[in-house]
């Protein structure tokens, strides 16, 4: 299983930084000097590329994250299903990828791959080139983020299935 989670991570940097929790809200980061926690800044928006969330209570945002995993996750499963493709065998890398679809969702309005590094993530998401699904994977079912996997792929399961509560709990929970 080790072996699987490194390959994933060395594919899809994105699955790394949400499980070490590099995506947590502003609100969850705490910076301090006295301790060895790394301090992480959140760069704010500007007016040109304000996210579609910054206006959002932390009760609105929750809700809206809540909606939008449940809409990435039923839209995974039906896409599985059209194109007979099947998640990894380790159910929390769909998990996490299906969250960083969601967080993209609320953030810009778009379901953008979350598994890539964008210079302007908002004109991706307007292009979209790489909105899931992205134009390799309905071209040539070819998934950099190992969300839709094909028979032949090393790490491919057997489902073809993952339930809201399995994305949540395999995902490490709601906050982006």
Not at 119 to 127: I, N, R, S, V, Y
Request: charged content about 25%.
């Amino acid at each position: 299983m080790l072996t699987l989670q490194l390959a994933v991570f060395a594919v899809c940097p994105f699955v790394w930084a949400l499980t070490t929790h590099a995506f947590a809200p502003a609100s969850s980061i705490v910076s301090s000097r006295t301790t060895n926690t790394p301090i992480r800044h959140r760069t704010v928006p500007s007016k040109l590329h304000e996210s579609k969330d910054a206006n959002m209570t932390d009760e609105e945002r929750e809700i809206a994250m809540e909606k939008a995993l449940k809409a990435m996750t039923a839209f995974s499963n039906k896409y599985t299903e059209n194109t007979g493709t099947f998640y990894c065998s380790d159910k929390s890398i769909p998990a996490v990828v299906i969250k960083g679809l969601a967080e993209h969702k609320v953030t810009l309005g778009a379901p953008l791959c979350p598994c890539r590094f964008y210079e302007d993530k908002e004109k991706e998401a307007k292009e979209g080139y790489w909105n899931c699904p992205c134009v390799p994977m309905r071209e040539r079912h070819e998934c950099h983020c190992m969300l839709f996997l094909t028979e032949d792929n090393d790490f491919v399961g057997e489902e073809t299935n993952i339930s809201y509560d399995e994305v949540k709990n395999l995902s490490g929970g709601m906050s982006g």
